[in-house]
């Protein structure tokens, strides 16, 4: 499934993130940027131990913001690491900590030149955010940034599990409320 934007495109894609044909790969890190189970650990095992060694002198990730590393041994020439919100009850700024997850790994991704970039479903495996509201946020924020920006052209998102692609599928379908 395919959305065009004024400057760019949103695909969804189901799969294995590390796989992607794109500049960069946007991970969902901790904020030690140390390692961690779920996208963060097959990022890490795909891309060999060059991307740890990048991450060990950046002094962590607050909650929204992102960095960049190099893409090691996979396709992608940089990782953009990211720390998305634990969901708790909603009512703990997660949907503005997540946006700015898109928002900032974007604007990290044009200082660098990136045309093409992949996100996972940020927040959505051990953070616990609902896939819904998860999918409506990340695929607003992103649609408005390719609506406004010049720059970055395809943005995919690649969704490791069915329901997650589902949620992602009809957030970007429909006009979103995101609550
Ligand atoms: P978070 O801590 O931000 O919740 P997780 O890594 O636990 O991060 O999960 C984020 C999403 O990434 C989940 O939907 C999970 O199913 C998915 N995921 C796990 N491995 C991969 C992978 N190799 N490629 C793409 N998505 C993945």
């Known amino acids: 499934m395919e959305r065009r934007f004024a400057h760019g495109r949103i695909v969804l894609a189901k799969g294995d993130i590390t796989l992607a044909r794109v500049d960069a790969v946007v991970n969902a890190a901790n904020s030690s940027l140390l390692g961690g189970g ?19 002198v950046l002094g962590g990730c607050e909650t929204g913001d992102a960095k960049i590393t190099t893409g090691g041994d996979l ?6 690491h990211t720390v998305g919100p634990v969901f708790k009850d909603g009512t703990q700024g997660e949907a503005e900590l997540l946006a700015s997850c898109y928002r900032r790994s974007m604007a990290v991704a044009r200082e660098h030149g990136v045309v093409s970039m992949a996100f996972p479903a940020i927040s959505c495996g051990v953070f616990g955010y609902p896939a819904d509201l998860a999918g409506c946020i990340a695929v607003n924020t992103v649609g408005d940034i390719l609506e406004a920006e010049v720059g970055i052209e395809q943005v ?13 599928e009809e957030a970007l379908s429909g006009a979103g409320d995101c609550t």
């Not at 779920?38 to 060990?56: K, M, N, S, T």
């Not at 396709?75 to 953009?80: C, E, G, L, M, N």
């Not at 995919?156 to 992602?168: C, E, H, K, R, S």
Request: hydrophobic content about 45%.
């Open 38 to 56: 779920g996208v963060d650990g097959a990022i890490h095992q795909a891309g060999g131990p060059g991307i740890l060694e990048a991450c060990r």
């Open 156 to 168: 995919q998102f690649v969704l490791f599990n069915d329901t997650v692609y589902g949620a992602f």
């Open 75 to 80: 396709y992608a020439r940089y990782v953009i």
